[in-house]
């Protein structure tokens, strides 16, 4: 069965950090881009990173650029998304999803074909 499942979501202060994990079950990253987006309540999903099969070739959207890093270690089949000086917007519901498009882009959200669950990140005092 082809998967993503999401992980390391959690309670945490502004200022804080968190590393999410997608881990990829049925498939492996060699040929496939892997996408980080969000949901905050009563908010469009963003997209907020993305990196190749290849772990070359990321981006990130302008609200995390300098904060967040999109790793991917195809070994474990499973990409990170570390995330510093966390802040209370971005409270949301993180998703990763593949695609099989590349060079990857979160621009392009009916790209990917496979979506996890989810996992919950609150940044509060």
């Known amino acids: 069965q082809l998967q993503v499942v999401e992980s390391g979501g959690g309670l945490v202060q502004p200022g804080g950090s968190l590393r999410l994990s997608c881990a990829v079950r049925?498939?492996?990253?060699?040929?496939?881009?892997i996408g980080w987006f969000r949901q905050a309540p009563g908010k469009e999903r963003e997209g907020v990173s993305c990196?190749?099969?290849?772990?070359?070739?990321?981006g990130y959207a302008d609200s995390v650029k300098g904060r967040f890093t999109i790793l991917s270690d195809n070994t474990k089949n499973t990409v990170y998304l570390q995330m510093n000086s966390l802040k209370p917007e971005d409270t949301a519901i993180y998703f990763c999803?593949?695609?099989?498009?590349?060079?990857?882009?979160?621009?392009?959200?009916?790209?990917?074909?496979?979506w996890g669950q989810g996992t919950q990140v609150t940044v509060s005092s």
């Open positions: 049925g498939f492996t990253l060699d040929y496939y881009a």
């Open positions: 999803a593949r695609s099989p498009l590349q060079p990857c882009t979160t621009r392009v959200p009916r790209a990917y074909d496979i």
């Open positions: 990196i190749n099969s290849s772990g070359g070739s990321t």
